[in-house]
């Protein structure tokens, strides 16, 4: 099947992993864009044994919370019958990855992603591999998030408004300046 045919079948369940430091507008629209392929999409938050590092400042709970808000907000009150959202730790090893991934999640038909490893992980295992549209990528990235707080400049506008109160009591931005000073 072509690129272009892939993208346009139907599936009955799609990946969307990511690690949602912080869950951003880019997040929301690969999400938005699995939908349009399939009747139900697992939402991944990777490297969920992660927390009070720069690269992974939030813990997974904190990640699940904020971005159960921001789909509620989004897909409406009931997002949760086409949205599945799934914390998952790595693991040391990537060649069995999508193994583990089907031991833990219910069967899928592939993965939307734009991450190289991830893509080429799924591809291996003889999976579907999406790769949805690139979104406004100077401002919807966390590490350009976390950059801008490190540089003192405004972050708030790269993530939905919903949420900038929700990052500012867990004090993110304080958290990612800790982080950065103590090495
Ligand atoms: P991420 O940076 O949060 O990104 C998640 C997805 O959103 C990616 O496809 C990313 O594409 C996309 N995205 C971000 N901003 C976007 C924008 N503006 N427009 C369109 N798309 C946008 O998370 P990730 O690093 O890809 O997450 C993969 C997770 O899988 C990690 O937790 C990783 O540790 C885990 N993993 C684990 C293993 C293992 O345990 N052995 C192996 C592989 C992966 P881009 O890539 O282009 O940003």
Known sequence: MSNQERSRA???RLVVPGRFQPP????LHVIEYALQHADEVIVVIGSAQDSHSFKNPLTAGERWELLEKLLREKFGQDYCRRIKIVPVPDINMNKVWVQYLKLLLPEFDGVVSR???VAMLFEDMGY???QQPLINREHCSGTEIRKKII?????TQCVPSIIVDDLKKLRFE??????????
């Open 24 to 27: 951003h507008n880019g997040h």
């Open 174 to 183: 304080e958290r990612i300046k800790r982080l950065m000073e103590d090495g």
């Open 10 to 12: 139907r599936y009955k």
């Open 128 to 130: 579907v591999v999406l």
């Open 151 to 155: 540089k003192g400049e405004e972050w």
């Open 115 to 117: 991450n190289p490893l």
